[in-house]
């Protein structure tokens, strides 16, 4: 079996897993970063936009990694920035109920990610899986992958686990956060052919498509990044495209092209994202419920009449593992808006929790439409030395989990899981040992907001 030495590894190249990445390669440490997959983004590259970057007051709640990846998107010519000027109640009657979005070209933001990370003098492993964490007493002193040229050894001072479901950590014996159910999952997926404009009229005349005057019917226009007009960016809402009325699915529809939308629709309950069985069973379900949907969509929904499915992503995995860590993040830490001594990251998007039954979605918000604070105990798994956690599976109940796991909150988290591991390297010290307010000065000059 070979062998290579690295100082920082990063397991999963996903939305936190590549700023984890490129913060700890810009900083100067020998960095691998291993994927399973033939490219970098992870959720971020599967249609749903930047959520969680500003508060509910229009105040930017994750900067560094995020705004710089931001600005690439816009450079490559896959996005035209934040969108401001909408709420999450089209009649505005809550306090602090700013709605803003970076919806951006999923293509684009592959090649955005992998060129952030190789910048920052990253190596990166595609299509390999980690099967081991090396272990010396309780430290991870690295892992082992295989993939197509067989079974290979990296050992490191600091590994990151960025992998989505926490992998690493369980593989090296961390504890869990005991769940009788998990949050129901979705394929997202690309439809052409779309009159998004017809479609708005439709929300607004209750045409088979309800919720006009709710609070949760968020409705967003802007200039999209092939036209220079503005015009309908982002649509939820509730629409019924069955011959029997009596059911309706929860959808949010998001534009960066004319007549295309990246469609978040169906949904399967008790798919568990670290079994391939299940995986199996979610994936076939999945593709089954989108053939039903786009059916029934061109037949009763207006603006739908000629539109075809164009891409889909794989199965979209909400919740699965949760590392128990050094501090727990509560759901009234979240709701409340606290601030912590030990803050990396701020998180500012509502608590999003998909009905594990099925039902309908429900969101819990931040008082006054603020933001909180992350710890970065949260990034610690308890009892375990040599490594940090990153994304959706960092220390979290349940309720709080459903706004850590945002795209811009995770992708705030990687920058500051990447920025302590290397630190860590640089002072010949574990992750647990570093000085917080060195590492929280390095985030700061970095662009982050803690």
């Known amino acids: ?115 952030m990370v190789l910048e920052a003098g990253v190596d990166i492993l595609l ?93 967003v226009s802007g200039r999209k990044i092939d036209s220079s007009r503005s015009s309908v960016i982002h649509i939820a809402g509730h629409f019924v495209p069955w011959d029997d009325e009596s059911t309706e699915v929860t959808f949010t529809a998001v534009s960066v092209r004319e007549h295309e939308i990246y469609l978040n629709a169906t949904r399967t309950v008790n798919i568990d994202g670290t079994d391939a069985d299940s995986l199996t069973r979610g994936e076939i379900a999945e593709r089954r419920n989108i053939k039903r949907l786009i059916n029934g969509l061109r037949k009763n929904i207006p603006g739908f009449e000629n539109s075809y499915v164009s891409r889909t992503a794989p199965i979209g995995i909400r919740e699965s593992r949760t590392v128990i860590g050094d501090y727990l993040l509560q759901e009234d830490d979240v709701l409340q808006g606290r601030d912590f001594p030990d803050s990396i990251a701020r998180g500012a998007y509502p608590s999003d929790i998909h009905d594990p039954k099925g039902g309908r979605t429900q969101f819990l918000f931040i008082h006054g439409g603020g933001s909180y604070a992350i710890p970065y105990r949260c990034l610690l798994p308890k009892g375990i030395e040599g490594i940090l956690v990153a994304g959706r599976t960092i220390s979290a109940s349940q309720k709080a989990s459903g706004t850590v796991r945002l795209q811009g909150t995770v992708m705030a988290q ?37």
């Open 1 to 115: 079996m070979s062998e290579k030495m690295y100082d920082v590894i990063v397991a999963g190249g996903g939305t936190a897993g590549i700023a984890a990445a490129a913060a700890a390669g810009s900083m100067g440490a020998k960095t691998l970063l291993i994927e399973k997959n033939g490219h970098l983004g992870g959720t971020s590259v599967t249609g749903i936009p930047l959520l969680g970057v500003f508060d509910g007051n229009g105040i930017q709640a994750a900067g560094g990694f995020v705004q710089r990846f931001t600005d690439r998107l816009i450079s490559e010519g896959g996005a035209v920035g934040h969108i401001h000027g909408a709420r999450w109640s089209n009649n505005g009657h809550m306090s602090g109920d700013e709605f803003i979005l970076t919806p951006f070209d999923s293509e684009t933001a592959k090649y955005v990610a992998q060129e």
């Open 127 to 219: 299509h390999s899986y980690i099967t081991e964490a090396v272990m010396s007493g309780n430290k991870v002193s690295g892992i082992t992958a295989v993939g197509k040229s067989g079974t290979r050894k990296f050992t490191s001072s600091v590994v990151i686990d960025a992998t989505g479901d926490a992998d690493i950590c369980a593989l090296a014996g961390a504890q869990m956060l005991k769940k009788e159910r998990v949050q129901n999952s979705s394929i997202l997926f690309t439809v052409n052919g779309v009159d998004t404009e017809r479609l708005l009229q439709a929300l607004e005349q209750g045409e088979n498509v309800h919720g006009w005057g709710s609070w949760h019917s968020r409705i």
């Open 414 to 450: 990687g920058q500051a899981a990447g920025t302590a591991a290397a630190l860590a390297c640089i002072h010949g010290t574990t992750p647990r040992g570093l000085s917080i307010s060195e590492l929280q000065r390095e985030l700061k000059a970095n662009g982050a907001v803690i």
